[in-house]
C-alpha cells in the first residue's frame, strides 16, 4: 500500500476518531496529519497482529493523549506568565481558602484524602482507580463525593 493510498483510505477514519474523542476539530486535523506522517516513518512496525484501522487509531489515541498532557504541564507555566496581577487581598483570600481546603482534606479518610489529593495535583482518573486498584469511575465518583462535602464544611465554616 502506498502512503497516498493508506492516507485517502484512512484518514476520514482516524479524523473521525480524533474529533469524537477531542471535540475539536482544528486539534483532530492536526493529530490526523501526525498520525499518518508516523505511520508511513514506522510503517514497517506494523505486524498485521490487529486491523490497519486498528493501529492508525492508536497511533492518534496516543498522539492526543500526549497532547493533553503537555497542556497540562504547559497551563500552570502560562498561568504564571499571564499578565494577571492579584492584589495582596485576593492573594490572602486564595491562601486561606487553601488552607482551610487543605486541613479539610487532612481531615478525610485515608482513601478519600487520597483521592482528592491527586486529583488536584493533574492525575486524571483513570490513574487514580489504577493508583488505588480500583476502577476510573470509582475514582471519579468518590472525588464528585469528597469535593462536595469539602464543599459544604467550607461554607459552613464561613
Known amino acids: 500500500m502506498t502512503p497516498e493510498q493508506l492516507y485517502r483510505d484512512y484518514y476520514g477514519l482516524v479524523y473521525g476518531f480524533l474529533l469524537s474523542l477531542s471535540g475539536d476539530r482544528h486539534l483532530s486535523e492536526e493529530l490526523a496529519g501526525e498520525t499518518f506522517h508516523r505511520a508511513i516513518r514506522h510503517f514497517d512496525r506494523y505486524d498485521g497482529s490487529c486491523k490497519l484501522s486498528t493501529w492508525l487509531c492508536t497511533i492518534a489515541r496516543n498522539l492526543l493523549v500526549s497532547e493533553h498532557?503537555?497542556?497540562?504541564?504547559?497551563?500552570?507555566?502560562?498561568?504564571?506568565?499571564?499578565?494577571?496581577?492579584?492584589?495582596?487581598?485576593?492573594?490572602?483570600?486564595?491562601?486561606?481558602?487553601?488552607?482551610?481546603?487543605?486541613?479539610?482534606?487532612?481531615?478525610?479518610?485515608?482513601?478519600?484524602?487520597?483521592?482528592?489529593?491527586?486529583?488536584?495535583?493533574?492525575?486524571?482518573?483513570?490513574?487514580?482507580?489504577?493508583?488505588?486498584?480500583?476502577?476510573?469511575?470509582?475514582?471519579?465518583?468518590?472525588?464528585?463525593?469528597?469535593?462536595?462535602?469539602?464543599?459544604?464544611?467550607?461554607?459552613?465554616?464561613?
Do not use: C, M, N
Not at 123 to 147: D, M, N, P, Q
Open 69 to 158: 498532557r503537555r497542556r497540562r504541564r504547559q497551563a500552570p507555566l502560562e498561568d504564571a506568565l499571564s499578565l494577571y496581577s492579584p492584589s495582596v487581598e485576593e492573594v490572602v483570600i486564595d491562601r486561606d481558602t487553601a488552607e482551610r481546603i487543605l486541613a479539610l482534606a487532612r481531615g478525610l479518610p485515608e482513601e478519600k484524602r487520597q483521592v482528592f489529593l491527586l486529583r488536584v495535583w493533574g492525575h486524571s482518573f483513570r490513574e487514580i482507580g489504577e493508583a488505588l486498584g480500583k476502577s476510573e469511575t470509582w475514582a471519579r465518583v468518590t472525588f464528585f463525593r469528597v469535593k462536595q462535602e469539602i464543599l459544604e464544611r467550607l461554607e459552613g465554616s464561613k
